[in-house]
């Protein structure tokens, strides 16, 4: 060290400033990820990370660092940025902040299900967030996380604080609530972090994520197609396809369709969306969608019925032969549906965290809904929780599911297989 860059007293060297600063390089900023998780997105997958820092975290992909791109900048009501980067196949592995990130399979073999997650606040409907037995999403979470699935299937209505928790109801006070980045966090990131570093998500949009409630959230943060500029919320989407080894799961966007009245104008475009199944590979379809189309929240016609007018008309004669199974949420229920004609299976799971419909039937068979005749029904009504699809091989028929539907302790509540568009239940 020069002796100019150091400092003497009575000829004993004190300290030294200049020189360290001259020959000691500034080690380059790291930014941190307050959250990271994989995302299926059309044409494969992707890891993305949420920080509030000036610039993207670096990922490591297979042993390199690989800095990752801002794929959303903060806007109002969202001050954080989130950054992205594509998981080239046959990647073998990925971390982000020395956290290591799941990868995707290329055959997947056990599919968690989970829909309608957040915390009800609108006006009079209120739940108490702050408490795991009102609101227990959390633990829903980490319960599932516990199963190790190797897909995590979101169908829906992620976001539920409308309005502000009314000031006399101690169990939900202090919660955030509207369409920003407090309120995505307190509904979903955060007790989702366990389950989102277990396996890679796919997001279904839901009602509750439409431009009029939280759309821009949806846009901002988890939507699979590139973020729109500036504030836009993203309107209706295309389907896309993953494939899921075997399988083709066709994801599309029914937030809109109307529940009541059938709109022929939407029931066109969703026609459309159907019939985009006869392009996938070889092998059975799945279609995930948040709105059931033929379902029953309650067996009284006039309370809750389940079903979409709308996609029940786009529907018509448009799901293709090679469509096995319809995967939904919406309904605040465990169900699943086969029926007398030659449809596919329908599955909803909508009892994640949301007010759960609790008058829900526990058997359908034989009832009619909307025209269309119940062969096999069974729910679980009342019952906060999830469901796991488990890919099973068999020396009779070759390869079925079996769904299983669980509590939110891990308990399981109900039990059928799959094969094909047929469905047997314990």
Known sequence: ??????????????????????????????????????????????????????????????????????????????????????????????????????????????????????????????????????????????????????????????????????????????????????????????????????????????????????????????????????????????PYFVDLGGVSLLVFDVSEADDFHADAAQAERFRRQFAAAQFAGPGPVWLAFHKPIWARGSLTEDDEPGDNKTLALAARNAITANVHALLSGHDHTFQVLSYADDLPVQIIVGNGGDNLLEHAPERLDGASIDGVKVRTGRGAPGRFGFAMLTRELTHASGERWSLTAYDAHGQPLAACRLASRTLDCD
């Open 1 to 238: 060290m020069p002796l100019a860059a150091c400092r003497f007293i009575f000829g004993l060297q004190i300290f030294c400033l200049a020189a360290s600063a001259a020959v000691v390089a500034p080690s380059p900023a790291r930014a941190h990820a307050l959250y990271r998780w994989v995302q299926q997105v059309p044409g494969g997958a992707e890891a993305r990370a949420l920080t509030q820092e000036p610039i993207c975290p670096v990922a490591k992909i297979d042993g390199r660092p690989k800095p990752m791109a801002e794929s959303s900048a903060p806007r109002e009501r969202f001050p954080l940025r989130v950054c992205a980067i594509p998981i080239p196949r046959g990647a073998a592995e990925i971390s982000i902040d020395q956290i290591p990130l799941p990868l995707p399979k290329p055959r997947v073999d056990r599919i968690l299900l989970i829909g309608d997650t957040g915390c009800r606040l609108k006006k009079d409907k209120v739940q108490d967030c702050n408490d795991i037995s009102a609101w227990p999403f959390r633990l829903v979470a980490d319960v599932a996380a516990d199963l190790k699935p190797d897909l995590v299937l979101h169908l829906g209505d992620l976001l539920y604080r409308e309005t502000a928790c009314p000031p006399e109801r101690k169990g939900c006070a202090g919660s955030p609530f509207g369409d920003a980045w407090e309120t995505w966090e307190a509904d979903f990131f955060k007790p989702a972090e366990s389950l989102l570093g277990t396996a890679p998500f796919i997001f279904v949009r839901g009602n509750h994520e439409i431009c009029a409630r939280g759309g821009k959230g949806w846009g901002f943060l988890v939507d699979p197609f590139p973020a729109q500029a500036g504030e836009a919320c993203p309107g209706s989407e295309p």
